[in-house]
């Protein structure tokens, strides 16, 4: 029988700690810690001083897990995390990949929504979740082409009833279509779930605003706006790196908390981890800098949690940003 997503996210952490646990027996005590910025978990080591090779560490007990405790059975662990595409260099995928892996098999989150996943960089985190996770979601120049904006999740958990995709142009189902004087092509994954846990449904909103264009990244939001007025009246969950900081005077911000009636869930998580820069460029996390990667969603659903995920092997980061979590409850 295929155990459920959270009582197997509860079964690695347990298991995991009493690995933990029994390696200190025998070494004796070891000490955690972490460089300026970081808040550490009580239950994982210190990263390894850098080294010419930093050793790949297995996956680890789950942060957001650490910061509210094992998730009941109707809690639903979201995260939003711009990948940053396949590059070669300096943290190419290469490299990035391994600490990925363990970033998502130690989080497990019931749902990813992600920006800027190539196909084959896709393809290589799908055989890494392994068979517990699904993908839906096409390139933004149609097709499998260019990046995607999409959407993970726990086949055991949810079951996608349908989904869709449309650009952030004034010919929104014109697949690589642009407008606005956007930099480059933006686009929008949804998908309608049903939580097979609680038989709820919800939609799942997957964007990535342009980077450049501040008009292009208002007539974009109003487009998501004007397409989530047309969806049937459940709780939605709209994830993505928005390019814009998260705070009262940010237009976008403005918009999507305002008239569009969302709702911050950083800010409205009684349990937050420490805030940084969700950009960080590979360098220790800035405390306090600009959040850009947001979850938001409709009145109603309750934020237990959201943590910003720092995790990292030895100097490695799996991104160029951080991944944003969030634990939710749905009405």
Do not use: C
């Amino acid at each position: 029988m295929r155990i459920r997503g959270w009582e197997a996210r509860l079964a690695r952490a347990l298991t995991a700690r009493s690995l933990i646990l029994m390696a200190l027996a025998v070494v004796g005590v070891q000490a955690i810690g972490g460089d300026a910025g970081k808040q550490q978990s009580a239950t994982r080591p210190a990263p390894p001083r850098a080294a010419a090779s930093p050793p790949v560490i297995g996956p680890a007990p789950s942060e957001l897990d650490a910061l509210a405790g094992p998730p009941g059975p109707a809690d639903l662990d979201v995260m939003t995390f711009n990948l940053r595409y396949a590059d070669v260099g300096p943290n190419s995928w290469a490299q990035r990949r391994p600490v990925m892996r363990s970033l998502l098999r130690a989080e497990r989150p019931d749902l990813i929504g992600t920006q800027e996943g190539l196909a084959a960089q896709l393809r290589d985190i799908d055989n890494d979740l392994g068979v517990g996770y699904d993908r839906i979601g096409v390139g933004r120049e149609g097709r499998d082409l260019g990046e995607h904006m999409a959407i993970f999740f726990d086949n055991a958990r949810l079951r996608p009833q349908k989904s869709g995709n449309f650009w952030l142009s004034e010919t929104p189902q014109v697949p690589g279509s642009i407008s606005w004087g956007s930099f480059r092509i933006r686009m929008v994954t949804w998908v309608l779930f049903t939580d097979l846990v609680t038989g709820r449904r919800f939609y799942a909103v997957n964007t990535h605003l342009d980077n450049i264009s501040e008009i292009a990244r208002r007539h974009g939001t109003r487009l998501i706006m004007d397409r989530l007025a047309t969806f049937d009246p459940l709780p939605v969950v709209l994830t993505g790196d928005f390019n814009s900081p998260a705070e009262p005077a940010g237009p976008i911000y403005r918009l999507l908390t305002g008239p569009a009636g969302l709702r911050d869930t950083w800010t409205a998580a009684p349990r937050r981890g420490p805030e940084y820069a969700t950009i960080h460029n590979y360098q220790p996390p800035v405390p306090g800098g600009e959040r850009v990667d947001w979850i938001l969603a409709t009145p109603g659903v309750t934020a237990v949690a959201a943590l910003m995920n720092t995790y990292r092997q030895g100097t490695q980061y799996p991104s160029d940003h951080l991944p944003v979590q969030a634990r939710l409850r749905l009405p």
